[in-house]
């Protein structure tokens, strides 16, 4: 504590006091149409009114109509238009000209509890409690009173002179209607309408005002009433707190709130609500919480005597039939307009990612995750979210389908089994188009279940001969290619053949080029004579993606830059395969080929970051003047692993002069790190 305190020292302490005396006048003018160089303090104010309940104020600005900038004719015609030919006491413009403006006032914020006034002097700081927040705007009122005598004048005219000469009207018969008694459900919505609540306003009278100006003398001493009358502490005691009650203030204990119970199940099912419900939301709401449930199951938990036909109707709308059990559609689970919760992925684009390894179990009970993330390119959050509803996962077996292939309903019914057969076939042709796959690239792997094979002797034996004829022809052909090998000219470009090592993991994700994890043959980096391929060559586009990464975010740790290229490529259309096979090496070659460096950061032992977490790289050189003050703060983090903001201003100062301001110090820090605790760390330093 002792050097927190040594770094963040107390310059001046200052009593700060609560004046009291304009307490529920005293209200904030704000004008949002002009600059605060363009203030109306010496403008000529000719009345001022205000609505106290409302907190409504009106301001009579004069216009200066002797401004260059006024534009006579145009003052004159809005004149004519509001008032007319007419001279009257009651016309809006007496000069017969657009010579003043009115200002009409509407609430910034309704909780003004949170505002103040202050004011400093003699190193005490004063603080008024503010009545209301106005914001100053100009009415255009006059405009409706032009219209109405636009439409005056025309209904003038065409009633035109004939009046006189007509005879008395015709005399009418009238229709007395009684009204009804207002029930208290029409009351609530007429005092709830628009209409009302616009007469309960008007019917508010005004309030009319003297206006002072900023120089004028009363000014002057009402603002003496901004300073605390009563200095004693015995009678401002607003201010003095203990530090318990400091803190209560500002950590307020948290109200218990009432849980509203919902009325249908939502995250814990109540079978009586449920039951409620018609028979299609029992349903969904069933499997859209289980997931993956036999039929007979999902019978057992409806009410007794429910017709089964009734149920299948329902279930197909919202599940799938998968080895005999139903699965819930992938749209009930993510609909349309939602996203990821893991990576923000689209609803679109996790249904179609989902319903392939509904598909994939449909022809085999066993599947490998990886697998699956090279063909359908999502995170690898979402794909494991995939296989946990529906798999378990087995040691040295991938993820198994949850429940045994329920032979039972196959069979009792073949016409629904049938109609979801022709279902998932229409399904399987949307996904080869989307995916870019064949259902010939997924071979059903044996069942794991199967019961044994007992094979004979004489069946050993031949099979043993076929696989001796086998490894004979791989080492014959081995043989040959050394032969070749050491048959090869003296002046021969040889490939040198590296294997990729231990530390090169390729990362978990395959970009739309390649197949079950291998790149295609059509990718580009594919080398045909290598087995990896080009493994350190990567594309211009990858480049090009790193670029733009980091110019935008500025700071990145290897895993987050992996986990944006992810996201990239999900969103890229079917068969985009410019990136081919991307590694870690490839990756982070690129990164350090776009003006990037490492930054080596020195964590603690006891961070818990991953390798790829404490990979940190940043933009070094970007073209910008501002590149020198980035390069100053990652020489900072090369040497401590978090540091204090004014370190980071004086190492600044130091290095590139006095020109470094408070401005390029926050820009700084927002692109680049991030706080905790009252320190500063690299951002993917620490996890948020």
């Known amino acids: 504590m002792a050097s927190g305190d040594d770094d963040d020292p107390i310059i001046q302490e200052i009593d ?5 005396s304009l307490v529920e006048k005293l209200y904030l003018f704000q004008y949002p149409v002009r600059p605060a160089s363009m203030s109306y303090n010496n403008a000529t104010h000719l009345t001022a009114r205000i609505k106290p309940k409302q907190q409504k104020v009106e301001l009579e600005v004069a216009m200066d109509t002797m401004s260059p ?3 006579r004719s145009k003052g004159e015609q809005i004149a004519l238009n509001v008032d007319g030919t007419s001279s009257e006491d009651t016309n809006v413009y007496s000069t017969k000209m657009m010579d003043k403006q009115v200002f009409s006032s509407i609430q910034a914020t309704t909780n003004t509890s949170r505002y103040a006034a202050a004011v400093f002097r003699k190193g005490e700081l004063h603080l008024t409690p503010l009545q209301g927040i106005l914001q100053m705007r100009p009415s255009f009122t006059y405009l409706d009173k032009a219209d109405t005598k636009h439409r005056e004048r025309e209904a003038a005219n065409e009633a035109g002179d004939s009046s006189q000469d007509e005879a008395e009207e015709d005399v009418k018969q009238i229709t007395v209607r009684f009204s009804r008694p207002e029930s208290e459900q029409a009351r609530q919505r007429r005092i709830q309408s628009y209409e009302f609540l616009q007469k309960k306003q008007a019917e508010e009278p005004w309030v009319h005002l003297h206006y002072h100006g900023l120089k004028d003398g009363r000014s002057e001493h009402e603002r003496q009433y901004l300073y605390c009358q009563a200095m004693d502490t015995t009678e401002n005691t607003e201010l003095v707190k203990t530090p318990r009650e400091y803190l209560s203030m500002l950590m307020p204990p948290l109200a218990e709130e009432k849980v509203v ?11 009586a609500q449920l039951r409620t419900l018609p028979l299609g939301d029992q349903v969904k709401t069933l499997m859209k919480n289980v997931k993956v449930m036999p039929f007979a199951n999902l019978m057992g938990l409806l009410a007794s005597g429910t017709d089964s036909t009734a149920v299948l109707r329902c279930i197909q709308q919202v599940a799938l039939l998968v080895q005999g059990n139903w699965v819930v559609k992938s749209d009930v689970l993510y609909p349309k307009n939602t996203c990821s919760s893991h990576s923000g992925v689209p609803a679109e684009v996790l249904c179609r990612g989902r319903d392939f390894v509904m598909w994939r179990f449909t022809l085999e009970r066993t599947l490998m995750r990886k697998e699956v993330a090279a063909i359908i ?19 040295n077996r991938g993820w198994e389908f949850l429940l045994p292939t329920d032979q039972d309903f196959v069979r009792k019914h073949p016409d629904v089994a049938q109609r979801q057969h022709m279902l998932w076939l229409g399904i399987q042709s949307k996904l080869e188009k989307v995916f870019n796959f064949s259902k010939d690239d997924f071979v059903p792997k044996k069942d794991t279940q199967m019961d044994p094979v007992h094979v004979s002797g004489d069946e050993r034996v031949k099979a043993a001969r076929e696989n001796a004829r086998e490894t004979h022809g791989v080492l014959q052909r081995e043989l040959d290619a050394r032969r070749l090998k050491g048959s090869r000219p003296p002046g021969e470009v040889r490939v040198k053949q590296e294997p990729v090592s231990d530390s090169e993991e390729p990362m978990d994700t395959l970009t739309n080029g390649s197949v079950n994890g291998y790149p295609a043959s059509t990718s580009p980096g594919a080398d045909p004579h290598n087995g990896h391929g080009s493994a350190h060559a990567f594309t211009p586009e990858l480049q090009e993606f790193v ?19 992810n996201l990239h490529l999900a969103s890229l ?26 930054i080596l950061v020195p964590f603690p032992p006891q961070s818990g970051s991953t390798a790829d977490e404490q990979k940190v790289f940043g933009l070094w050189e970007s073209g910008e003047t501002f590149d020198k003050h980035r390069q100053v703060l990652f020489e900072i983090f090369m040497k401590n692993y978090r540091v204090r903001r004014n370190v980071i201003q004086t190492r600044l100062t130091q290095e590139l002069g006095d020109a470094v301001t408070k401005t390029d110090v926050d820009r700084l820090l927002k692109e680049c790190c991030m706080s905790l605790g009252g320190m500063w760390y690299l951002k993917g330093t620490v996890r948020s």
Not at 16 to 20: G, M, P, S
Not at 581 to 597: G, P, W
């Open 69 to 71: 900038n006024y534009c």
């Open 261 to 271: 119970k919902p009325m249908g199940p939502s995250n814990v099912l109540s079978m």
């Open 547 to 565: 670029q733009n990464t980091f110019r935008k975010h500025h700071v990145l740790c290897l895993s987050e830059v992996k986990r944006l290229f």
């Open 377 to 395: 390119k999502l995170p690898p959050e979402d794909v494991k979210d995939f296989l946990e509803q529906m798999s378990v996962p087995r040691v």
């Open 573 to 598: 259309p079917s068969g985009h395969s410019v990136y081919g096979h991307v590694t870690d090496r490839m990756l982070t070659d690129a990164i350090l080929q776009s003006q990037c460096k490492q």
């Open 16 to 20: 700060v006091y609560l004046a009291r």
